[in-house]
């Protein structure tokens, strides 16, 4: 049970490494585009010729508006090669499986009482190093995990999906009321010299196979 669970810091469990951080201007960034992420206190900023990080790490936003209205996840793991600005806390796993956890964990907690600032909200290391986190036993932490990243990853492929089913809504929406293919078909099938029952299939397989997505059958 959780309330069994010893509290423990942030750096109990992980290493900061906040002093690795550099800030980019964006006319310095815009000097240096290449292919590695470059982060900030919401996710990827930008793209950049270099790299600082090589591996997997979790940052959690220093400051902006999001961390009262998490629009966006103040939370969420880097891996790989990418660089990192000064406004998002870096942490490196000290044992297996704690960044997933950290994750998940920062992912539910209120920072009301940690965050400073009333025009720019921050959460500065000190404030976030004293929240006590509730940490289970490996193979309980491990159990967790392995729950909530299936989880998530269903969550990731549905939204996929969703995002799949708009593109086809979208391309048979054009099809059909911007395009008029049905009605160019039927108009092109009578031209050939077809009857009225050669025009309607032929309008049938258009709204069947949109020209648009040639591979794929909408029903």
């Known amino acids: 049970m959780s309330s069994n669970w010893p509290l423990k810091k942030i750096s109990d469990v992980a290493y900061f490494r906040n002093n690795k951080r550099i800030p980019l201007k964006s006319l310095d960034r815009a000097k240096r585009q290449g292919e590695f992420p470059y982060y900030g206190a919401s996710g990827i900023v930008d793209y950049i010729d270099d790299y600082v990080f090589d591996g997997s790490y979790l940052l959690i936003s220093e400051d902006g508006e999001n961390l009262r209205t998490r629009k966006t996840p103040i939370a969420f793991q880097a891996h790989g090669k990418f660089w990192v600005n000064n406004h998002a806390h870096i ?13 998940y964990y920062f992912s539910t907690l209120d920072l009301t009482p940690y965050i400073t600032g ?14 006590g986190i509730p940490i ?7 159990s967790i995990n392995r729950t909530l990243n ?12 969703n995002q799949t089913l708009e593109q086809m809504a979208q391309a048979i929406f ?29 309008a049938m397989s258009v709204i069947s196979y949109p020209p648009h997505e040639p591979t794929g059958r909408y029903c």
């Not at 009333?118 to 929240?131: F, M, S």
């Not at 299936?150 to 999906?161: A, S, Y």
């Open 118 to 131: 009333a025009v720019q909200p921050k959460l500065n290391k000190a404030n976030l190093d004293t929240i």
């Open 174 to 202: 054009k099809s059909w009321f911007v395009d008029f293919d049905p009605v160019k078909a039927k108009i092109e099938a009578l031209a050939a010299g077809g009857n009225a029952d050669d025009a309607e299939l032929a």
């Open 136 to 142: 289970p036993p490996k193979d309980e932490r491990r």
């Open 150 to 161: 299936h989880l998530r990853d269903k969550i990731e492929l549905n939204t996929q999906t």
């Open 91 to 103: 942490l490196e796993e000290k044992e297996e499986g704690i960044l997933d956890y950290l994750e």
